[in-house]
T-cell receptor, first 116, second 113 residues
Framework: GAGVSQSPRYKVAKRGQDVALRCDPISGHVSLFWYQQALGQGPEFLTYFQNEAQLDKSGLPSDRFFAERPEGSVSTLKIQRTQQEDSAVYLC??????????????FGPGTRLTVL | DQQVKQNSPSLSVQEGRISILNCDYT??????FLWYKKYPAEGPTFLISISSIKDKNEDGRFTVFLNKSAKHLSLHIVPSQPGDSAVYFCAASGMNRDDKIIFGKGTRLHILP
């Protein structure tokens, strides 16, 4: 497809379970971002990749959160030992050029994670 | 500490009239501002942007105004249409150095028939 895709669209996890969320960016896009959107809030930055390099992970809330993009295309956000406060929509976005904030970030539909 | 503030959680506007969505920011290092639109169960979609060297940018029915001295920007939609009903996010970033986009909490716009 032409846009950013994410899977699964919905995920329900029991507290303490590990989850993995996948992002397929637009083909050829160099930059990839992960955001967390809690209910009633705007998206909050988690981490940023330029190709396979994770250049900024300052937004990851704890060491339970881990992201990777080993071949510079598909990315996975992993959350270990999920907690109820991890319940949110996780958004992935890609952009064609690094360091060019005038280029648009294209967002995927998000994965809604519910931790029971 | 919210760096980008959208103080109106919701706004209702009659179809055909002007919708004005407001946004304030606190970080004077921001020099690029964006508006995103979001429908339910979809990701945010880029709408319009403005750099700090301008005070106005227009794209069809959408105009963004920037008042740097007041650290305030607004999005005008005229005329408002039913398909404009959505959540609108104001966002800000540095131009080149900082790739992070900081989002506000959003304003839900209802266009009334």
């Amino acid at each position: 497809g032409a846009g950013v895709s994410q899977s699964p669209r919905y995920k329900v996890a029991k507290r303490g379970q590990d989850v993995a969320l996948r992002c397929d960016p637009i083909s050829g896009h160099v930059s990839l971002f992960w955001y967390q959107q809690a209910l009633g809030q705007g998206p909050e930055f988690l981490t940023y990749f330029q190709n396979e390099a994770q250049l900024d992970k300052s937004g990851l809330p704890s060491d339970r959160f881990f992201a990777e993009r080993p071949e510079g295309s598909v990315s996975t956000l992993k959350i270990q030992r999920t907690q109820q406060e991890d319940s949110a929509v996780y958004l992935c976005a890609s952009r064609s050029q690094p360091g060019q904030n005038t280029d648009t970030q294209y967002f995927g539909p998000g994965t809604r994670l519910t931790v029971l | 500490d919210q760096q980008v503030k959208q103080n109106s959680p919701s706004l209702s506007v009659q179809e055909g009239r002007i919708s004005i969505l407001n946004c304030d920011y606190t970080n004077s290092m921001f020099d690029y501002f964006l508006w995103y639109k979001k429908y339910p169960a979809e990701g945010p979609t880029f709408l319009i942007s403005i750099s700090s060297i301008k005070d106005k940018n227009e794209d069809g029915r959408f105009t963004v105004f920037l008042n740097k001295s007041a650290k305030h920007l607004s999005l005008h939609i005229v005329p408002s249409q039913p398909g404009d009903s959505a959540v609108y996010f104001c966002a800000a970033s540095g131009m080149n150095r900082d790739d992070k986009i900081i989002f506000g909490k959003g304003t839900r716009l209802h266009i009334l028939p």
